[in-house]
């Protein structure tokens, strides 16, 4: 359970407090401030819906997933990949959530955070972003060594 909790602590790290629940069934403001739940999964990207997916394969456990964006299933513009469409995915704050983040190169640079169901898996905008040194705390944390930034960065 304890490395449950850490599972889920880095999970509620790099999510957004949300405000939008998904669950199985629709419920009340009454009905839901008196709900309990086994787990609650803050954060609809792609850990997050792994996670409570996982969590939810065991038909004992009530799990609900909160993300703060919307489900973008049937949204024209995040169904067709084009290029066309990067500037809107990337400014719209219905998509994305921006932040800035330092590289050694060219300093300071957007980042675009995907604010929606299935998170910036569901914009991929063909950009891959290299982690730094919070893998050697992911490493720490885990007691797994091959999240060490060493162990990480060789691409060979």
């Not at 509620?12 to 008196?34: D, H, I, N, P, Y």
């Not at 709900?35 to 850990?47: E, N």
């Not at 997050?48 to 973008?72: H, K, Q, W, Y």
């Not at 919070?134 to 060594?145: K, L, P």
């Amino acid at each position: 359970m304890k490395h449950t909790m850490r599972v889920l602590s880095i999970a509620l790290l790099v999510s957004s407090v949300s405000v939008f629940a998904l669950a199985r069934k629709s419920t009340s403001k009454e009905q839901s401030a008196k709900c309990t739940v086994d787990y609650v999964v803050v954060g609809g990207g792609t850990a997050g819906c792994v996670i409570a997916r996982l969590l939810s394969d065991n038909f004992s456990n009530s799990v609900t997933l909160l993300e703060r964006g919307e489900n973008t299933l049937n949204d024209p513009i995040i169904n067709a990949c084009s290029f066309e469409n990067i500037p809107v995915i990337t400014t719209n704050p219905k998509y994305t959530t921006n932040f800035f983040a330092l590289n050694a190169t060219v300093g300071p640079t957007v980042i675009g955070n995907g604010t929606m169901l299935g998170g910036s898996s569901s914009h991929n905008y063909f950009l891959a972003v290299r982690g730094d040194q919070v893998y050697n705390e992911w490493a720490a944390i885990s007691g797994d060594s091959r999240w060490l930034l060493s162990n990480i960065i060789p691409l060979e």
